[in-house]
């Protein structure tokens, strides 16, 4: 497994700093003075202008190219894409999934499409975790006839491609930088992905005819330091203990302001600890399984006077049910022409397990299933972000679209470890078969 230190972005995307210096002001002569009369040099001019002719032409609405530099386009691409989103009877809903290749990306799309709903992914890939773990789980949506598009959020050409091609009725937005430590790492790439690509998406669709329902990913962690417990949608967010939670409340602003404006109907939902088979690598649950199989130590943090940590562990099946729910409770978007037309449904949803479990208690459960005894290095709490404890009140989602969590922290990890034993090669007893 690769170490998450990998810095994707550049802190201002687009802006390259040039180093000027008289070796450079000699040269620059020098080239000027011999370079006219060099063939290099006509074919060079002649080239640029190719590279340009193709930008425009790119930019001319419907033209069929492949995109410099990036992997979307084309007549195959194209065909992909269009039956990808094909729904099977014409009631059923056509969704574009961001983040189709994360985690929660992968399940929503499979139950989309299983039940008939024409399903478009769109994913950037990113290295933040194993890249190869979202190529395999790409693989299983693809083996279900789901086209996962490998691009950018804020790639707005891309995005009006796609919007252009495909009137989806809904948008199911997973993209994001997840992680809590991880922000303080790389600051910028919350803001790429969590700030600037929500505005381009939102952007796209507020133009979109017809203009999409949008459900997204907040997050728990806009609780940030309360300690009331549970949660509650009615409950203050203006105390985020990490930049990633600062980003998700943002977030919610943002999608606030998209829908009061352009009347685009948004569903925010605060999901809790998601866990499961094809789960996230920097999440406690699975790094933990996977430095007790190799014998590894692994650290458990302790909040204020030696108080456990614990989380409202939600089991992945039941997740997928709340985002399946809020799509079929969304109502329309009311704008038209880039203008709201009418009032707006605007909607925030917990969807958690209701039950914490400590973390301690996850180490135990994980210690029977894989048959082994873990070491274990207990450590106070680095204010890195995180927050001591997560604990959902779930009556709005329940009221609104029945949603009802099945799944206890035991059943949901005995799936989580069997997933993982199956396909990183490795026997309950630590011993690696790969
Ligand atoms: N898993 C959890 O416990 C949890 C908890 C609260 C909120 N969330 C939110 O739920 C959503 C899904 O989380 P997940 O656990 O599946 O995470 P994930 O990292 O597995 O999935 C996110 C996917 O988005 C992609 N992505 C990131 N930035 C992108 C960009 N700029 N353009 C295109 N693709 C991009 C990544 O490559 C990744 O595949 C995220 O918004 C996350 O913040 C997750």
Not at 262 to 288: E, K, Q
Not at 334 to 350: C, D, E, L, M, P
């Amino acid at each position: 497994m690769p170490p998450l230190v990998l810095d994707n972005f550049p802190s201002t995307p687009g802006k390259v700093k040039l180093e000027r210096s008289n070796y450079f002001g000699r040269m620059a002569h020098r080239w000027q003075t011999s370079s006219l009369t060099s063939p290099l040099f006509w074919l060079c001019g002649l080239a640029s202008l190719a590279v340009v002719l193709l930008l425009v032409l790119n930019s001319i609405d419907g033209y069929n190219v492949v995109h410099i530099g990036s992997t979307w386009g084309g007549a195959q691409w194209e065909k992909q894409v269009r039956l990808s989103a094909h729904p099977k009877r014409s009631e059923n809903k056509v969704v574009l999934v961001t983040g189709a290749a994360g985690f929660v990306g992968m399940h929503v799309s499979l139950a989309l499409k299983k039940r008939g709903d024409g399903v478009v992914g769109l994913d950037n890939f990113n290295n933040y975790y194993d890249p190869s773990l979202k190529r395999a789980r790409r693989k299983v949506v693809e083996s279900h006839g789901i086209f996962i598009v490998e691009g950018d959020i804020n790639d707005a050409a891309l995005l009006s491609k796609l919007f252009h091609m495909i009137s989806f009725t809904h948008v199911m937005h997973l993209a994001a930088q997840a992680g809590v430590r991880y922000a303080m790492k790389n600051p910028s790439s919350y803001v790429h992905s969590n700030i600037a690509g929500l505005v381009t998406l939102l952007e796209t669709c507020k133009s979109a005819e017809p203009q999409p329902a949008i459900v997204w990913a907040s997050s728990s962690s806009v609780y940030g330091l309360n300690t009331k417990v549970p949660f509650s949608e009615l409950d203050r967010t203006d105390r985020p203990a990490s930049l990633y939670a600062a980003t998700k409340k943002a977030g919610e602003e943002i999608t606030h302001t998209y829908n009061h404006i352009y009347g685009l109907s948004i569903t925010g939902l605060r999901f809790f600890t998601v866990y499961g088979p094809w789960g996230r690598p920097d999440m406690a649950y699975f790094s933990f399984t996977r430095d007790i199989l190799a014998g590894k130590p692994i650290t458990v943090y302790q909040g204020p006077k030696q108080i456990d940590l614990a989380r409202d562990f939600t089991y992945i099946d039941d997740i997928v049910k709340g985002c399946l729910g809020s799509l079929d409770t969304a109502k329309k978007s009311t704008g038209s022409g880039g203008k709201k037309k009418g009032h707006a449904q605007y909607r925030i949803f917990n969807l958690g397990n209701t039950s914490p479990v400590t973390v301690p208690n996850l180490v135990s459960i994980l210690e029977k299933l894989l048959k082994v005894k873990a070491k274990v290095n207990i450590v106070a709490m680095p204010g890195n972000g995180d927050v001591p404890f997560t604990h959902a009140n779930i009556s709005l989602a329940h009221k609104e679209f029945g949603y009802q969590p099945t799944t206890d922290l035991h059943a949901g990890l005995k799936k989580f470890v069997r997933w993982y034993l199956n396909f990183y090669g490795a026997s309950a007893d630590g011993v690696s078969r790969l």
